[in-house]
């Protein structure tokens, strides 16, 4: 399923790379883009939303609604 986040603290591409690396940790095989000028990841996974958005915001960003 794919899932959008809208992400907020994503400030560089370090940040970008932190966040995709999160979400691998959790599923290796999703498709992961994270783009900080929009504010938003896009995810391609067959976790949970919400497992996913945990992993985002473990890493320290937030996450809104």
Do not use: W
Request: aromatic content about 4%.
């Amino acid at each position: 399923m794919k899932h959008t986040f809208n992400v907020q603290g994503m400030t560089c591409e370090h940040c970008e790379k932190a966040v995709v690396r999160a979400i691998r940790q959790l599923d290796r095989t999703a498709e992961v883009v994270a783009d900080r000028t929009q504010n938003r990841v896009e995810v391609s996974s067959s976790q949970a939303p919400e497992a996913l958005k945990q992993a985002i915001i473990d890493e320290g960003y937030t996450v809104l609604a």
